[in-house]
Antibody, heavy 118, light 108 residues
Framework: EVQLVESGGGLVQPGGSLTLSCAVSGFTFSTYWMNWVRQAPGKGLEWVANIKQDGSEKYYVDSVRGRFTISRDSAKNSLFLQMDSLRVEDSAVYYC???????????WGQGTLVAVSS | EIVMTQSPATLSVSPGERATLSCRASQSVSGKLAWYQHKPGQAPRLLIYDTSTRPAGIPPRFSGSGSGTEFTLTISSLQSEDFAVYYCQQYNNWPPWTFGQGTKVEIK
C-alpha cells in the first residue's frame, strides 16, 4: 500500500524556519518525482516545489524561490522541505505528493499544518 | 503560467442528481488535465487524468471530457460520499503545475 506521511509542521514566528518531512512507503521512492503542495486557510491548492528522482532538478513556485529548499534522501525514503524566512502568507497545510514527469500527482499524504504568526 | 479557472465556485446538488463542473485553461493544455477530489482533513484523491482516464478504483460515475482549453467533470448520480471540493490541474506546461480555485459540491 502506497503511503506518504508528512511531519514537522507547527507554529513559527515570521522570519523563522521550519523543516517538513515526508516519509514514504509502498513504492520505489527513487523512481518518482516528488512534490510539495500547500493549501492556505480558505484557499485552493497551490503547487510549491518538486524534485527529480536523483535530486538533479528542482523547481519552485516564484513566491518561495530563494526561501524554501526541497531535498530527498532515498536511503531513508524521505522527502524534505526546508522553509526559511517564513511569512504569514506561508501559513497552510503542506502536502507531499508523488508524480512522474508530465503526469498528475497520483498519491498524496494527509498534510501537516504550518502556522506563521507572531 | 497557465491560469486555470473553475466554475461554478459552489454547486448545490441533491443526492442522485447529476453534477457538471467546468474548468477553463488560459491556453491549450493538450489534454494534460486532471481532476482531484478533496475532503476536509483528508489527502486529495486523483479522480481523472489525461482529461478522461480514471485510475484504478475510481467509480464509473465520475467521467471527464473536453479538449484544448475547456474541460468538464461529470458525476452522473451523486452519492453522499461525493460531497467535497473538486480541483482541476494542468500538467502540460510547467513549472508551475497549476490548479483551479476549486468547486465545492454541497448538498442541496
Amino acid at each position: 500500500e502506497v503511503q506518504l506521511v508528512e511531519s514537522g509542521g507547527g507554529l513559527v514566528q515570521p522570519g523563522g524556519s521550519l523543516t517538513l518531512s515526508c516519509a514514504v512507503s509502498g513504492f520505489t521512492f527513487s523512481t518518482y518525482w516528488m512534490n510539495w503542495v500547500r493549501q492556505a486557510p480558505g484557499k485552493g491548492l497551490e503547487w510549491v516545489a518538486n524534485i527529480k528522482q536523483d535530486g538533479s532538478e528542482k523547481y519552485y513556485v516564484d513566491s518561495v524561490r530563494g526561501r524554501f529548499t526541497i531535498s530527498r534522501d532515498s536511503a531513508k525514503n524521505s522527502l524534505f522541505l526546508q522553509m526559511d524566512s517564513l511569512r504569514v502568507e506561508d501559513s497552510a497545510v503542506y502536502y507531499c505528493a508523488r508524480g512522474r514527469w508530465a503526469t498528475p500527482f497520483d498519491y498524496w499524504g494527509q498534510g501537516t499544518l504550518v502556522a506563521v504568526s507572531s | 503560467e497557465i491560469v486555470m479557472t473553475q466554475s461554478p465556485a459552489t454547486l448545490s446538488v441533491s443526492p442522485g442528481e447529476r453534477a457538471t463542473l467546468s474548468c477553463r485553461a488560459s491556453q491549450s493544455v493538450s489534454g494534460k488535465l486532471a481532476w482531484y477530489q478533496h475532503k476536509p482533513g483528508q489527502a486529495p484523491r486523483l479522480l481523472i487524468y489525461d482529461t478522461s482516464t480514471r485510475p484504478a478504483g475510481i467509480p464509473p460515475r465520475f467521467s471527464g471530457s473536453g479538449s484544448g482549453t475547456e474541460f468538464t467533470l461529470t458525476i452522473s448520480s451523486l452519492q453522499s460520499e461525493d460531497f467535497a471540493v473538486y480541483y482541476c490541474q494542468q500538467y502540460n506546461n510547467w513549472p508551475p503545475w497549476t490548479f483551479g480555485q476549486g468547486t465545492k459540491v454541497e448538498i442541496k
